[in-house]
């Protein structure tokens, strides 16, 4: 019997496919989060290795969409939706969460080299695809594939389809990017160049409590941990978690003041509208945590988080009282803590920051697969990429060694 045949569309916006149908494809298995034995939820897919993901709110209808109603990622900011769209008897089977960008700002993987050197020698970089969560620098699915159809049929589907989506919409590239490993190796067959990079995550080795992971340190880094904790307190400081019904709009409130300072100084124009964060709040506020610091009656500072099924991931951070050791304290040492006590696996801070490492986050390789359409602007990247990648697992295998666990057995915790 002959297979069905695949029809593909870019749709303009998340609201042309059903919330069913979008989270059937992004979380085949649902709103699960672990509570206490720390076992991931990813599936075998099939011949290829390819596995389905835990779930990851990025993906979600409710996270998406609320960056699109809120104004954060629409035509005006650059980002407009041309979500790929896979249907098999007019059922959608496969999506791919794509936007059509006029720059390259708040993608965490930078090729701003790249469009300088092609729009100097007369070439147009702009516009380009961009396969991401906005603003997210977090690894996660991005061939989405519901359960129940040919899964590996429909993602060479989607990969062909975003090469075609890249020569309809006249763009110069298109890139795939915080992609699953899998992801990366099959993209790699339809012609995309591979690059990686690093991040620093946080690892569970079915710790009981704080005091469990610290006792895995050397003594140097363990005592410093509890000092900067201390510290960080000195000042009659108190740290609080908000989650689920506990988040209400004054705690957005205090929070969104908190991202708009630091996200001026970092980026000028901080990209998520005040709106965005009301709208997470309505549809998913059990996927979020708010890390939040408050003294004299008042919140001075604190750290978004969202909730998966198997790792917390750190997003924005922000305070209008700076006390020392806090940023650390909000960021790092309460999401491992948050972690332990929800039996999670990981912690994943966000991009950049050999700090972490001190504290307990070690390097981790990040994926990203770029299809380039000028075959003279591609062999040039190809040649660069070849050089990073080996630069980055060398960097990544030095940093390693610079880890604050113990390393021999006669170490006393």
């Not at 363990?222 to 900067?228: D, G």
């Not at 998913?284 to 969202?306: C, H, K, Q």
């Not at 951070?317 to 999401?335: K, N, S």
Request: aromatic share 10%.
């Amino acid at each position: 019997m002959a297979s069905s045949e695949i029809t593909l569309e870019a749709v303009p916006s998340i609201d042309n496919v059903s919330p069913e149908d979008w989270d059937a494809c992004a979380n085949p298995g649902g709103r699960c989060h672990v509570a206490g034995n720390g076992t991931s939820s990813s599936l075998s897919g099939g011949s290829l290795g390819l596995s389905r993901p835990a779930y990851n709110p990025f993906v979600s209808h409710a996270f998406l969409s609320a960056i699109e109603k809120s104004g954060s990622a629409t035509i005006r900011t650059g980002w407009g939706p041309r979500h790929l769209v896979a249907k098999v008897d007019g059922r959608v089977a496969g999506i791919v969460p794509c936007y059509l960008k006029s720059h390259s700002q708040g993608e965490y993987v930078f090729d701003r080299g790249w469009a300088d050197a092609y729009e100097r020698a007369g070439g147009r970089y702009y516009p380009k695809l961009q396969v991401s969560v906005p603003f997210t620098p977090a690894t996660g699915p991005r061939l989405l594939v519901r359960d129940g159809v040919d899964r590996e049929r429909i993602m060479d589907a989607l990969a062909s389809g975003l090469v075609a989506l890249c020569g309809v919409s006249k763009a110069s590239s298109v890139h795939v990017t915080f992609a699953r490993e899998d992801e990366w190796k099959l993209l790699a067959e339809h012609g995309f160049l591979q690059r990686t990079d690093q991040q620093f995550h946080w690892h569970n080795e079915g710790f009981a409590s704080f005091d469990d992971f610290l006792a895995t340190l050397n003594s140097r880094h363990r005592k410093s941990i509890k000092r900067e904790r201390r510290d960080a307190l000195a000042a009659g400081v108190t740290i609080h978690w908000l989650t689920g019904k506990d988040i209400t709009e004054e705690a957005w409130d205090a929070f969104f003041e908190f991202y708009m300072e630091t996200g001026s100084r970092k980026w000028g124009r901080p990209y998520l509208t005040r709106e965005f964060f009301s709208l997470i709040g309505e549809t998913m506020s059990e996927d979020v945590l708010l890390v939040m610091a408050r003294r004299n009656d008042r919140w001075i500072a604190g750290a978004i988080n969202f909730i998966g099924s198997d790792t917390l991931f750190g997003r924005n951070w922000g305070a209008v009282e700076h006390h020392p050791f806090l940023h650390f304290e909000v960021c790092y040492y309460q999401a491992i803590d948050f972690a332990i006590r929800r039996g999670l696996r990981h912690v994943e801070a966000g991009a950049q920051g050999e700090h972490k490492i001190a504290r307990g986050y070690l390097p981790r390789t990040t994926h990203s697969a770029h299809f380039i359409a000028d075959p003279g602007l591609r062999r040039a990247i190809d040649d660069y990429l070849k050089r990073e990648r080996a630069y980055v697992a060398e960097a990544g295998r030095e940093l390693a060694e610079l880890g604050p666990f113990r390393k021999g057995a006669d170490e006393a915790p």
